[in-house]
T-cell receptor, first 114, second 110 residues
């Protein structure tokens, strides 16, 4: 199994450009989420989904949109990139959002906005 | 989710046991204690989790205090590949959110 796959691994954007970070999992996990990690800091939750068609905001949702049309995919959209969105983005999935199980993380997308 | 407190950094000699502490004095009865680690330039990796009883798996052991206000991740024999940032996180049984702190950076000395 591939686990959680994130693409692209690296991306440079100009301020104001839009893009979509892709996240796919092949474990039939219902729960998926997006985090950002800034230098020297822990991960902060952006958005999450408990199943297809259901999404909700996390700690830092501003500037990001998500949708969940299938169980496998959970893309993160930046509508108008800003330098403050320069970060490493991680996608994670789990059988459940509840605390009884652990998460599987992707390897990350390193985004630079200039 | 409740907050956790961890030392910023720790060192260990290779092939010796490592005890990584975590304080969570405001833990509630339904909070699970999770540990993840993050190797350089990689995504976080699940290590272990527990509720009340001590837990063991192939990677580590988790010792939970009787009052559940603290826990310790135990790596029985540190290797150079264990050098990482270790995060202690609390997650409610019914919660769908998951907050990371800044973790403990573990250095393993050859």
């Amino acid at each position: 199994n591939a686990g959680v796959t994130q693409t692209p691994k690296f991306q440079v954007l100009k301020t104001g450009q839009s893009m979509t970070l892709q996240c796919a999992q092949d474990m039939n996990h219902e729960y998926m989420s997006w985090y950002r990690q800034d230098p020297g800091m822990g991960l902060r939750l952006i958005h999450y989904s408990v199943g297809a068609g259901i999404t909700d905001q996390g700690e830092v949702p501003n500037g990001y949109n998500v949708s969940r049309s299938t169980t496998e995919d959970f893309p993160l959209r930046l509508l108008s990139a800003a330098p403050s969105q320069t970060s490493v983005y991680f996608c994670a999935s789990s059988y459940s959002g509840q605390g009884i199980v652990g998460y599987t993380f992707g390897s990350g997308t390193r985004l630079t906005v200039v | 989710d409740a907050k956790t407190t961890q030392p910023n950094s720790m060192e260990s000699n290779e092939e010796e046991p490592v005890h990584l502490p975590c304080n969570h004095s405001t833990i509630s009865g339904t909070d699970y204690i999770h540990w993840y680690r993050q190797l350089p330039s990689q995504g976080p990796e699940y290590v272990i989790h527990g509720l009340t009883s001590n837990v063991n798996n192939r990677m580590a052991s988790l010792a939970i205090a009787e009052d559940r206000k603290s826990s310790t991740l135990i790596l029985h024999r540190a290797t150079l590949r264990d050098a990482a940032v270790y995060y202690c996180i609390l997650r409610d049984y019914s919660g769908n959110q998951f907050y990371f702190g800044t973790g403990t950076s573990l250095t393993v000395i050859p």
